[in-house]
């Protein structure tokens, strides 16, 4: 059966964006962001991250590291029963040359290859789909892929998120 996604950007909408951040003692949650989770949990969407993180073609942290923030970011969201359904990334940066990379050009938004990769995962209602975003290439991400995008700029993202559902008629 197929199920809404909420796609999410991490830096900036789920987390203060401190640039690279990939420590635990550096994550700060933005204002009623683990609250919206748990509302898009309870009100039947897939809620699935979708993150540039240059900072591993960078050099300034480790795919493991990533990894290991996430598992804590869905520790936290557990401890009032919440939580993120996938975690989606693109380590690669056209400016960065790490060979290692360059084959995943097409997953770095604005291009749609993350939120692609996880529709073929995840059994996804692109019509009642939607994505957050801090950036301008969040929402043409959302664009290529053929759903709507929405531009947050701070606040409670609990507020922002009830107000997109609102607008959706299932």
Known sequence: ???PAAFLDRD???NVDKEYVYKKEDFEWIQDSKEAIKYLNHN???????TNQ???????YTEEDMFNLHLFINNELKNINAHID???YSPYHP???????QYLE???KPNPGMLEAASKKWKIDKINSFMVGDKHTDIECAKRFGIAGYLFKGGSLLD???SIDKKIIY
């Open 95 to 101: 400016d960065i040359k790490n060979e290692k990379f």
């Open 160 to 162: 922002f998120v009830t």
């Open 12 to 14: 900036g909408v789920i």
């Open 86 to 88: 996938d975690f989606f």
């Open 44 to 50: 039947g969407y897939h809620v699935i991250v979708a």
């Open 54 to 60: 240059s900072g591993i073609s960078r050099e300034y």
């Open 106 to 108: 097409d997953l770095r």
């Open 1 to 3: 059966m197929l199920k």
